[in-house]
């Protein structure tokens, strides 16, 4: 068969591990393929002089390879929702597949570009977007199409993972983990979507309208990140024989689907408690197939596997002529997701206070949740020297995120709070 | 699209599990592929009489399924190595395409039915076949195709991993484990396929042949069986920061790929030792992609939804087009596996005697290892009682399988050994 030439707009961690992957490896992908994959042009803002050697063009303008009359595929690697529009958009409109990582764009403009590629008879794949190094996409696509869905979870993040298992491991503050990290290289500078669930919250976006068909507007995931978590918090999880991780979760109920991503208490014997550092997995229940995970790096090189398995895909379908194999599948279609799926569904909840200590506060904390009709299940507390800065925990059966929103907003005026209480659900489903 | 008829052929847990997928969650299977899936034709053996209802079929012969005019997917769900193989060859030969979960058959004639396939334009299906609720094989094929892999670790039989996950926590002995678990139903009444890693080894051929492009006879895999385990084994181990579990690895070596099934040494810091009871998983280590690692329930009903997902996919390529579409793999086909590959590889290996204690023991061991070059690198005894029937460890420096098997061999003619050495090999290549 026909050489598949394809063009890459960005050259940074994931375009630059992309590319040399395509090159060191070219013999192993023409031998799975049956033919080779040639990339063609490739642009990049770090490239100083355009040139043209071996047939590949290197220039800094994006416009030249998407343009480029031999390219047919084109990977989009710059990041960001400007620019990369462009990208997507002129690729699409040429009817040349698309290879993204971008889940920022892709949060904000899934529906639509999904629709152009499906009118221009390309494909868009997007298997670098989630979870970059474990093949999570293709898993649900058509690994496990057979199955229902009735449950994901996924630590979907690596940053904020490193920094609760290691606070989980070293009794450290978030503060000073985070600042260690950023000095290795493993947080970014502003480390603001990473610890605060907005990187999370887009891959979940994206997972769940794979696993459900769903349009997800990413305003409808609850949020919630890891900054207020402290030390003391793996001590009590752990008296529960729970820990601690930020989870991206999916789950339907009488509402619709509930979407979340915040720090949840995931029982010890779960796998998804066996993640530690920078890894990323995905745990799934399926009506028939039961519980699977997928477990893999989620951000770097790795990636650039994914980018590559993505652009041998598209060039199969091209030259098979079956570009619309997969499209049938009509997401980003079916139906929109409202704030209603998590806030009416059930779940027990872990309340952690720091309280400046004195009679009677356990009594007042009782009486507003019991107007609420939420049932105290436990009061912890551990050993503490600190009266004024005093933690314990509450443990509640389970209630609506509605009526616990509700209690915590009639806290807020006890004079014995040092700051507004801790609310973490506790994720029973996650257990076998 | 026009809808598309398969036929069932065999109706036990797996081809029972596949049907009800089909028909309870048909609606979602239609609005994954933009058209219906639909049985046409069904046979088993449990079957009393002949009928047709609404357009479906249901016989005792297998021929009725096979050459039905309208089925155009057939999955040969009946096992062994006989009647299977005329259904495949029968189906394969009619152009129609094949979903197996035959790993016995795929080990012994694979590489004959994947040409077959070819030659009629016909897809061979068999994620079914390992791992049964984890689509490794899609990952393999499509997931992570950019990746070259480095090497594969499995825990490949569910039995065995319960096992050696009970013996771990309750200290009990092998045999009344594993009558516990025959009348509990998880393990068959003759588990020899199970604990001697037969049923492993099937699968780590066909895992092989998908990582690696290779034809592997399964003669040249090493195997060895989880029957000689103890209690205090796990003891030991845990001691040096090990677990044991039944492992079916793929790594590639000097004199070529090595390949093996027995019990080995892996790092309790490896999350494969976190796999418990009857789960199966697969860790892969790529060149670019890093380690990954894949987790689900590896036999009975779950493995129908791999039975679903590959029908789902046979029925895409046929409708577009593409029935070859992934046959430029190669598999089966590139070069064969010897039994060198393994021989030759160097790793520490885990020696438990249990000798009639006396003075002099570790002299005469170290004097036969020391003889073929084989370095101790530390000497292991938890306290024992057990004069007679005393157990101790022996770790050794890196060393090949042949040099070590010399040493066995050896050893039979000392008589303070009660029984042969049990040698296992410290996988520290499952570290991250």
Same mark, same amino acid.
């Given at each position: 068969?026909?050489?598949?030439?394809?063009?890459?707009?960005?050259?940074?961690?994931?375009?630059? #591990?992309?590319?040399?992957?395509?090159?060191?490896?070219?013999?192993?992908?023409?031998?799975?393929?049956?033919?080779?994959?040639?990339?063609?042009?490739?642009?990049?803002?770090?490239?100083?002089?355009? #040139?043209?050697?071996?047939?590949?063009?290197?220039?800094?303008?994006?416009?030249?390879?998407?343009?480029?009359?031999?390219?047919?595929?084109?990977?989009?690697?710059?990041?960001?929702?400007?620019?990369?529009?462009?990208?997507?958009?002129?690729?699409?409109?040429?009817?040349?597949?698309?290879?993204?990582?971008?889940?920022?764009?892709?949060?904000?403009?899934?529906?639509?570009?999904?629709?152009?590629?499906?009118?221009?008879?390309?494909?868009?794949?997007?298997?670098?977007?989630?979870?970059?190094?474990?093949?999570?996409?293709?898993?649900?696509?058509?690994?496990?199409?057979?199955?229902?869905?009735?449950?994901?979870?996924?630590?979907?993040?690596?940053?904020?993972?490193?920094?609760?298992?290691?606070?989980?491991?070293?009794?450290?503050?978030?503060?000073?983990?985070?600042?260690?990290?950023?000095?290795?290289?493993?947080?970014?500078?502003?480390?603001?979507?990473?610890?605060?669930?907005?990187?999370?919250?887009?891959?979940?976006?994206?997972?769940?309208?794979?696993?459900?068909?769903?349009?997800?507007?990413?305003?409808?995931?609850?949020?919630?990140?890891?900054?207020?978590?402290?030390?003391?918090?793996?001590?009590?999880?752990?008296?529960?024989?729970?820990?601690?991780?930020?989870?991206?979760?999916?789950?339907?109920?009488?509402?619709?689907?509930?979407?979340?991503?915040?720090?949840?208490?995931?029982?010890?014997?779960?796998?998804?408690?066996?993640?530690?550092?920078?890894?990323?997995?995905?745990?799934?229940?399926?009506?028939?197939?039961?519980?699977?995970?997928?477990?893999?790096?989620?951000?770097?090189?790795?990636?650039?596997?994914?980018?590559? #398995?993505?652009?041998?895909?598209?060039?199969?379908?091209?030259?098979?002529?079956?570009?619309?194999?997969?499209?049938?599948?009509?997401?980003?279609?079916?139906?929109?997701?409202?704030?209603?799926?998590?806030?009416?569904?059930?779940?027990?909840?872990?309340?952690?206070?720091?309280?400046?200590?004195?009679?009677?506060?356990?009594?007042?904390?009782?009486?507003?949740?019991?107007?609420?009709?939420?049932?105290?299940?436990?009061?912890?507390?551990?050993?503490?020297?600190?009266?004024?800065?005093?933690?314990?925990?509450?443990?509640?059966?389970?209630?609506?995120?509605?009526?616990?929103?509700?209690?915590?907003?009639?806290?807020?005026?006890?004079?014995?709070?040092?700051?507004?209480?801790?609310?973490?659900?506790?994720?029973?489903?996650?257990?076998?």
């Amino acid at each position: 068969m026909r050489d598949v030439n394809v063009g890459i707009v960005g050259l940074g961690t994931v375009g630059g #591990s992309a590319l040399r992957i395509l090159d060191e490896n070219a013999a192993e992908i023409e031998r799975r393929l049956g033919f080779r994959l040639q990339v063609r042009a490739a642009s990049s803002l770090e490239i100083e002089a355009r #040139s043209e050697t071996n047939g590949r063009l290197l220039t800094r303008a994006w416009q030249e390879v998407v343009e480029h009359q031999e390219v047919e595929i084109v990977a989009e690697l710059i990041g960001g929702t400007t620019v990369a529009l462009e990208v997507i958009r002129g690729a699409l409109g040429r009817g040349k597949s698309v290879v993204t990582a971008n889940k920022e764009l892709l949060g904000l403009r899934g529906a639509e570009l999904a629709q152009l590629a499906s009118e221009h008879k390309a494909s868009l794949n997007m298997e670098a977007s989630v979870a970059g190094g474990i093949p999570i996409l293709q898993v649900l696509k058509e690994g496990i199409a057979g199955d229902r869905i009735e449950a994901l979870y996924g630590i979907l993040n690596g940053t904020s993972n490193f920094i609760l298992t290691e606070m989980e491991k070293s009794g450290a503050p978030l503060t000073s983990i985070l600042a260690e990290a950023q000095k290795r290289g493993y947080a970014e500078a502003n480390p603001t979507a990473d610890v605060e669930g907005y990187d999370a919250r887009s891959k979940l976006a994206i997972l769940a309208s794979f696993c459900f068909g769903v349009h997800v507007p990413t305003e409808a995931i609850f949020r919630q990140g890891i900054t207020r978590l402290l030390p003391i918090d793996f001590a009590y999880a752990h008296r529960l024989g729970y820990t601690i991780r930020l989870i991206g979760a999916a789950t339907p109920g009488p509402d619709g689907l509930g979407l979340s991503v915040r720090p949840v208490l995931v029982p010890e014997k779960a796998i998804l408690s066996k993640v530690l550092g920078s890894y990323n997995a995905i745990w799934i229940k399926g009506a028939y197939g039961e519980d699977t995970l997928y477990y893999g790096r989620g951000a770097g090189k790795p990636t650039g596997v994914a980018v590559v #398995s993505d652009l041998m895909r598209a060039a199969r379908d091209l030259r098979h002529g079956s570009m619309l194999r997969a499209a049938a599948f009509g997401f980003w279609k079916l139906q929109e997701v409202s704030r209603a799926g998590i806030e009416s569904q059930l779940r027990p909840y872990f309340l952690r206070f720091l309280v400046r200590d004195r009679v009677g506060i356990i009594a007042q904390l009782a009486s507003v949740l019991a107007a609420r009709n939420i049932s105290i299940d436990a009061v912890l507390q551990e050993p503490s020297a600190e009266k004024d800065n005093l933690p314990f925990v509450i443990t509640v059966e389970p209630t609506s995120e509605t009526a616990l929103a509700a209690a915590l907003e009639a806290m807020q005026g006890l004079d014995f709070l040092c700051e507004p209480p801790l609310a973490l659900p506790l994720e029973t489903g996650l257990s076998r």
